[in-house]
């Protein structure tokens, strides 16, 4: 079993800029991909970005593309979710997850979650 924790959520004015960590910690070995989600109240969860471990180009989802860079530290245990020009649309729960294989940027193609960290713009 992996751990995911994420750090870094907060509020923000519109045109803002945040920057989301996750760390993982315990059975590693066999994550490949890790990504971040998100859930607006009401809403279903939605991937926002993902990037292979192994250094694959990383996928964006088209309504925070050239807006949101995903990118991982040294070991492959962290992943960061820079958020630059948010929007009061971007405000939600976010989710780090972690993944052994990639099955495309849905919920159910991740093994492991971590327990949100919320992101609030305003206008």
């Known amino acids: 079993q992996a751990q995911l924790v994420e750090s870094g959520g907060g509020s923000v004015q519109a045109g803002g800029s945040l920057r989301l960590s996750c760390a993982a910690s315990?059975?590693?070995?066999?994550?490949?991909?890790m990504g971040w989600f998100r859930q607006a109240p009401g809403k279903e969860r939605e991937g926002v970005a993902a990037?292979?471990?192994?250094?694959?180009?990383?996928y964006y989802s088209s309504s925070v593309n050239g807006r949101f860079t995903i990118s991982q530290g040294n070991a492959g245990n962290t992943v960061y979710l820079q958020m630059n020009n948010l929007e009061p649309e971007d405000t939600a729960i976010y989710y780090c997850?972690?993944?052994?294989?990639?099955?495309?940027?849905?919920?159910?193609?991740?093994?492991?979650w971590g327990q949100g960290t919320q992101v609030t713009v305003s206008r």
């Open positions: 997850a972690a993944g052994y294989e990639w099955r495309g940027l849905f919920a159910r193609g991740f093994d492991f």
């Open positions: 315990g059975y590693t070995h066999s994550i490949n991909v």
């Open positions: 990037i292979y471990r192994h250094g694959v180009s990383p």
